[in-house]
């Protein structure tokens, strides 16, 4: 039998981020290193599970509880700085 339904928590969120990225696997010269830089920008949807000043993080899936907590899988850390946009997606 299912469990009933329960309302996580946590708000559900949409994040845009400025990703890092880099992959050199040996020594380059500086003007053949993509030079301007491309920005990466990536897009999450999860829960808002740590909203710090520092850090965000969100976490795609979740367990509903079978006491007072809750399980979570693919949880991701986001500098603050570099959030572009955060939008609540419901209350």
Same mark, same amino acid.
């Given at each position: 039998?299912?469990?009933?339904? #329960? ?7 949409? #994040? ?8 050199? +696997?040996?020594? +380059? ?14 897009? +999450? ?11 965000? #993080? ?34």
């Amino acid at each position: 039998m299912a469990n009933k339904p #329960v309302k996580p928590p946590y708000p559900l969120v949409y #994040v845009e981020w400025d990703d890092s990225y880099g992959c050199s +696997s040996h020594w +380059s010269k500086i003007p053949k290193i993509f030079l301007p830089p491309e920005p990466i920008i990536c897009r +999450s949807v999860g829960w808002l599970v740590h909203d710090g000043k520092g850090h965000k #993080v969100v976490v795609p899936h979740l367990t509903q509880p079978t006491d007072d907590t809750w399980d979570g899988m693919g949880e991701l850390t986001i500098p603050t700085a570099a959030v572009l946009k955060l939008t609540h997606l419901r209350r």
